[in-house]
Every structure is written in C-alpha cells, then in structure tokens.
C-alpha cells in the first residue's frame, strides 16, 4: 500500500472512533433519577446515543420536541454532560493501533461529526487526540450536516486531499450516505451505536467491520 492510493481517513465519532455510550449512559440516568424516574438499561442507550440529546430525552421521558419540559430536560441533560464527558469514553478497542498505524504510513485521519465542537474538543484533548488529529469538523462548521456532503467535503479541504481518495468510516446510515455524497469510499463499523431496525447490512457501504481491529488489513488488501 502507498500513501498515494489512499490519500486519507476520515472518522464518525461517537460509535466509529470512540465509545462515548459509558457517560451518555451515567448522565442520562443521573437525570433520571434527578427527576424521580427508573433507570434504563445501558443497551437502550446505547443505540440511542448517534441521534444526539433530543433522541436521548425522548427514550427517557417519553416527550416529543415542543413538549412541555423537553427543552428544559434537552438543557439539563447536555449541563450533566459537559460535567462527564470523558470519564468512562476511550477509543474503541484496536483504533489506537489503527491510528499509529495510519500515522506511521503518513496517512493523515480526520473527524466529522454531529457532535458539537463544545464537546468534541475537550473530549479529544482528553484522548490525546487533537494534535494528530488532522481535521475536525462540527456542526458549528457547516450550513449543512450528514448525511449532506459539505462537512465531509471541508474535511478533506482543511487536509489536503481528494474525497475520491478519502475513506469515510461511520457506524449510522447517514454517514455512508454522506460519504456517498460526497463521492468517497465508505466503511460501516457493526461495533458501533446500531440500532436493532436499521442493521448496517443495508446501508450499501463499499467496507464492513465488525471490529476496529480489522479495518486496517482491509486497508492494504483494497488500497
């Protein structure tokens, strides 16, 4: 494999790079039993994690946005996790070898995520992750988000690179649609935040991966 067949890797976040399911998992039960209610079970919110607060505060107290209470719980909610955002969240198992590997091959790796950029920097510099991180895009960067193309598109932008040479590795059917969009290569992680009615099978990746582990033999077979 040479540096010039791929020329670099783009990451999700949540589910695909790192497991950050263990705090979203503490904060929303912390705000469950602030507000006198059940617990619920780590699996219920583990895959409820990609779609973000709104997602979480609908799973946990039954309300839709607009609803009495939602924005006020939504605020609650991300205050408890601004408090916890890397207590329990590390890199999924294999992707520190995967990382060293790809830095090793000159292979620069970026982010782009749904999550906001309030959140992801510190989690990353947590991680030891922000100065080999070659580009992070947010929210907070784009007009639009995935599965639209554009924060993908700035991603290879800031690195330097072709999105037709770019690989996009994501763990929800929006980032293979982004990838898709933004005419990239693509790998679906099934180890990530997939919920049980929308399997990963079916979203048309060019890659899966059932393990962070395996993606970089997938690398030098296909690259």
Same mark, same amino acid.
């Given at each position: 494999m040479t540096s010039t067949a791929l020329q670099a890797v783009l990451f999700d976040l949540d589910g695909t790079l790192i497991d950050t399911a263990p705090d979203f998992a503490v904060v929303v039960n912390l705000l469950l039993e602030r507000h006198g209610k059940a617990e619920l079970p780590y699996s219920a919110i583990r895959e409820t994690v990609s779609h973000g607060a709104r997602a979480l505060i609908t799973l946990a107290f039954e309300l839709q946005e607009g609803d009495d209470g939602f924005e006020a719980l939504?605020?609650?909610?991300?205050?408890?996790?601004?408090?916890?955002?890397? /207590?329990?969240?590390?890199?999924? %198992? &294999?992707?520190?070898?995967?990382?060293?590997?790809?830095?090793?091959?000159?292979?620069?790796? &970026?982010?782009?995520?749904?999550?906001? =950029?309030?959140?992801?920097? %510190?989690?990353? =510099?947590?991680?030891?992750?922000?100065?080999?991180?070659?580009?992070?895009?947010?929210?907070?960067? /784009?007009?639009?988000?995935?599965?639209? %193309?554009? %924060?993908?598109?700035?991603?290879?932008?800031?690195? $330097?690179?072709?999105?037709?040479?770019?690989?996009?590795?994501?763990?929800?059917? =929006?980032?293979?649609?982004? $990838?898709?969009n933004a005419d990239m290569k693509t790998m679906a992680v099934n180890y990530g935040y997939i919920e049980a009615d929308d399997p990963a099978e079916n979203w048309q990746a060019d890659f899966y991966v059932d393990h962070a582990d395996e993606i970089q033999a997938l690398l030098i077979q296909h690259f």
């Open positions: 939504r605020l609650e909610l991300l205050e408890l996790y601004g408090q916890h955002l890397s /207590v329990e969240t590390s890199l999924f %198992p &294999g992707m520190h070898e995967l990382l060293l590997w790809l830095e090793s091959n000159n292979i620069p790796w &970026g982010i782009v995520t749904n999550k906001p =950029r309030l959140y992801a920097e %510190p989690i990353l =510099r947590d991680l030891l992750l922000s100065e080999r991180c070659s580009a992070l895009v947010c929210p907070d960067d /784009v007009t639009h988000t995935k599965p639209d %193309p554009e %924060p993908l598109l700035l991603a290879c932008e800031h690195i $330097g690179c072709e999105a037709q040479q770019t690989l996009y590795i994501g763990d929800h059917r =929006r980032d293979i649609e982004a $990838g898709k």
